[in-house]
């Protein structure tokens, strides 16, 4: 049995889809979340000295999406061959690129800049992600509600979570997708989802 | 008839490092190159309007290093394990962060600017990347002349291609890593990456 240890600040940032493969999959882990103040005393301990960082086994794996994809493939989330495995990847990429778009603005900007960036981000970045991830869906989907062939995966739980950060500055943004609407309320519908976000505590991040 | 077809501009960018995964395995595919002029009336038939994408068995996948990485697989070159796979996406997680930070400045069309940029960033910027490389490869490498485990994989390939950038871009940016230097020599060493070398269009970028 293969124990795991997972590093980062206490928020949600880059390491929650993590957090939601593991309480997917019923994974017991270490949940270790460092204050802003206990980070630079533990920022050598870590390969690139970064956080999120993957303990498995004593053996430390850094990067974020790397860490997503090793434990959704030791947890069957990564799809059942190669060719299936590249189009969830291809889904969680899309995914990836808008929270490398907006995760920095609300994490590290301040206003004015903030807002600024906000309203930029809505207008111009945002609409192309959400068509492009309605794309990948119809041609993936096999007709149903999950990304890829009909059942959740891992590109499900990476859009949840990319699109969790974006709802909470406007709760309106899937109005006009609303295949992405379903697929969202199937993942929180899923027992152990439904019961790891009942029981998480509310983080500014 | 090819089974894989990869659609691609004329010149190395985004395609290169599948193109390298196809040489190094000895693979034929249909190396389908568009020129500029050539690509506006057939970005339509990609699923997000970019490229590149790789056809494979009547499906299309986007999204350059999920295209990679599949390939990779395909091919045994992606990692023996999930974890020695995890250690081979560490590495090439970090060659794009890598290229994020120089690409502002490799895409700079303001000549001055694009000088000042560059001399900046290699100043001080990229060392980071690189020291990152070089501690995963003390971690993941087993003391051999490859990021991970002792023979060619993804990670090797993905970092000959963008030393190609780095040295291009400063002649210089290498000096400091020996065992990068190296690596990117033995990748060239390899008979069937030589050969494709010998033969593919030189392209500035």
């Known amino acids: 049995m293969s124990t795991y240890k997972l590093y980062y600040f206490d928020g949600r940032g880059r390491a929650e889809i993590s957090r939601l493969i593991l309480a997917i999959a019923g994974q017991k882990f270490e949940d270790i979340r460092y204050q802003s103040n206990e980070w630079p005393s533990h920022k050598s301990e870590m390969p690139l000295d970064q956080m999120p960082v993957l303990e498995i086994d004593g053996m430390k794996l850094p990067q974020s999406m790397t860490i997503a994809r090793f434990l959704a493939r030791q947890f069957h989330l990564a799809g059942k061959d190669n060719l299936e495995q590249a189009k969830i990847e291809a889904v969680a990429d899309t995914a990836t690129d808008l929270l490398n778009k907006f995760g920095p603005i609300i994490w590290y900007q301040e206003e004015p800049e903030k807002k600024a960036s906000i309203s930029e981000f809505f207008a111009n970045e945002l609409p192309k992600h959400l068509h492009n991830l309605e794309t990948l869906a119809k041609a993936y989907s096999n007709g149903g509600s999950f990304f890829v062939g009909n059942n959740l995966t891992f590109a499900d739980l990476c859009v949840y979570d990319v699109l969790e950060n974006i709802l909470e500055v406007d709760a309106n943004i899937l109005n006009q997708y609303p295949w992405l609407k379903t697929n969202r309320d199937e993942v929180a519908k899923n027992t152990n989802i439904a019961t790891y976000l009942i029981n998480r505590s509310q983080t500014e991040f | ?205």
Request: aromatic share 12%; net charge neutral.
């Open chain 2, 1 to 205: 008839m090819s089974i894989y077809k990869l659609h691609y501009f004329n010149f190395r960018g985004r395609g290169e490092l599948s193109r390298l995964v196809f040489a190094a395995a000895g693979q034929t595919f249909e190396d389908i190159r568009y020129e500029r002029n050539e690509w506006p009336s057939n970005k339509s038939k990609m699923p997000l309007g970019q490229m590149p994408v790789l056809e494979f068995n009547g499906t299309q996948l986007p999204q350059s290093i999920p295209v990679a990485r599949f390939l990779a697989k395909q091919f045994q070159l992606a990692g023996k394990d999930n974890l020695e796979q995890a250690k081979v996406d560490a590495v090439v997680d970090t060659i794009a962060d890598l290229i994020v930070k120089y690409s502002p400045a490799r895409w700079e069309p303001d000549e001055t600017k694009k000088k000042a940029l560059l001399k900046k960033i290699f100043a001080e910027d990229l060392d980071k990347h690189l020291q990152d490389l070089d501690v995963l490869r003390k971690l993941y490498g087993d003391g051999g002349p490859f990021f991970v485990g002792n023979h060619l994989t993804l990670a090797d390939l993905y970092f000959y291609n963008t030393g190609q950038n780095l040295l291009q871009m400063d002649e210089n940016s290498l000096n400091n890593y020996p065992w990068l230097k190296q690596n990117r020599e033995e990748v060239e060493k390899q008979p069937k990456i030589a050969e494709y070398i010998k033969n593919r269009p030189e392209m500035p970028y």
